[in-house]
């Protein structure tokens, strides 16, 4: 069993920077592809940022030139910089990591951003 332990959530005012972090009980080194999701109140869990094995990184639209997803193999950790926030980015952030056939989730971390 892996387990994913998310940090770094808040409260935070429009404009405003965080920086999410999602520490991984096992190696990533087998992992293909880590992500973060978000849920709004009352909407379904999105994907925001992914990262693959090899580095590559794709962001929904809404946050592209805001948000940078990154990963540490050797701190076995996910990143997820959060630059600019909108009241819109406000939701549970839940990491994700996939090994072949298997797919783990964090217990998510509350962002909320208001004045």
């Known amino acids: 069993q892996v387990q994913l332990v998310e940090s770094g959530g808040g409260l935070v005012q429009p404009g405003g920077s965080l920086r999410l972090s999602c520490a991984v009980s096992r190696s990533m080194v087998g992992a293909y592809a880590m992500g973060w999701y978000r849920q709004a109140p009352g909407k379904q869990r999105d994907l925001v940022a992914v990262?693959?094995?090899?580095?590559?990184?794709n962001y929904v639209d809404s946050v592209k030139g805001r948000f940078t997803i990154s990963r540490d193999n050797a701190k076995k950790t996910v990143y997820l910089q959060m630059n600019s926030l909108k009241p819109e980015d406000t939701g549970v952030y839940y990491c994700?990591?996939?090994?072949?056939?298997?797919?783990?989730w964090g217990q998510g971390t509350q962002v909320t951003v208001s004045s």
């Open positions: 994700n990591v996939k090994y072949p056939g298997y797919s783990y």
């Open positions: 990262i693959s094995s090899g580095g590559g990184t």
